[in-house]
């Protein structure tokens, strides 16, 4: 069975937040709200976690998974990024936007696209997981909570628990996120809108 926190969204209770981030310390896979969908995450080094994570969503690693970062400051440890690349990304960030980005050595190989070695990179507009990424210190591998029976991601976290109670260890009750994914834009060869999402592609001139 699950666990829930109602957590404020716009004042995060602080004790709430070291219990979920405890939570993923230990291995567990939270679900938590973020600026566009609820997102489904967990620790970045946890194998077993990210496994589980993928056998809910049914997707394997040619789907992106998305290094979720509380700011820039972890960027040129996880990813190659030019000072171009980084002031576009600073112009937009936080913000509804994925990046696709070449990884670093630092990146787990098993979270990487097979074939291209990129692994997706966000900074989220949402005082809940900015909250959670600050107190865990390190980015969280994460997904779109989006379920393959489904046709657009679960937003009632009620709905979540009901239907994920036995799949996962936490769902975080921040309010109604919205169904309308990231804006993807993948940089790892000049600048090319792979999804129009929430974010504004005019940001990158697309």
């Given at each position: 069975?699950?666990?829930?926190?109602?957590?404020?969204?716009?004042?995060?209770?602080?004790?709430?937040?070291?219990?979920?981030?405890?939570?993923?310390?230990?291995?567990?896979?939270?679900?938590?709200?973020?600026?566009?969908?609820?997102?489904?995450?967990?620790?970045?080094?946890?194998?077993?976690?990210?496994?589980?994570?993928?056998?809910?969503?049914?997707?394997?690693?040619?789907?992106?998974?998305?290094?979720?970062?509380?700011?820039?400051?972890?960027?040129?440890?996880?990813?190659?990024?030019?000072?171009?690349?980084?002031?576009?990304?600073?112009?937009?960030?936080?913000?509804?936007?994925?990046?696709?980005?070449?990884?670093?050595?630092?990146?787990?190989?098993?979270?990487?696209?097979?074939?291209?070695?990129?692994?997706?990179?966000?900074?989220?507009?949402?005082?809940?997981?900015?909250?959670?990424?600050?107190?865990?210190?390190?980015?969280?591998?994460?997904?779109?909570?989006?379920?393959?029976?489904?046709?657009?991601?679960?937003?009632?976290?009620?709905?979540?628990?009901?239907?994920?109670?036995?799949?996962?260890?936490?769902?975080?009750?921040?309010?109604?996120?919205?169904?309308?994914?990231?804006?993807?834009?993948?940089?790892t060869d000049g600048v090319e809108?792979?999804?129009?999402?929430?974010?504004?592609?005019?940001?990158?001139?697309?």
């Open positions: 069975m699950s666990q829930f926190f109602a957590i404020h969204p716009e004042n995060p209770q602080e004790r709430l937040i070291k219990q979920a981030v405890e939570i993923v310390r230990k291995g567990g896979v939270i679900v938590y709200p973020t600026d566009s969908c609820y997102a489904i995450g967990c620790a970045l080094g946890d194998k077993t976690a990210m496994e589980r994570i993928l056998a809910i969503r049914k997707i394997d690693l040619k789907h992106h998974l998305t290094l979720m970062c509380a700011d820039l400051s972890d960027l040129g440890t996880y990813a190659k990024v030019d000072n171009s690349q980084f002031r576009q990304l600073k112009a937009a960030t936080p913000g509804s936007y994925t990046f696709i980005l070449q990884a670093t050595k630092e990146v787990p190989n098993r979270t990487l696209h097979p074939k291209r070695k990129t692994i997706g990179l966000r900074v989220p507009d949402n005082a809940i997981a900015l909250a959670l990424l600050k107190e865990l210190g390190e980015p969280m591998l994460s997904s779109t909570l989006m379920l393959p029976e489904d046709d657009e991601p679960l937003t009632d976290p009620y709905e979540i628990r009901d239907r994920l109670e036995h799949a996962v260890d936490l769902v975080i009750d921040g309010g109604w996120c919205g169904t309308e994914p990231t804006t993807v834009i993948d940089m809108l792979v999804r129009q999402g929430k974010g504004d592609a005019g940001v990158f001139g697309l």
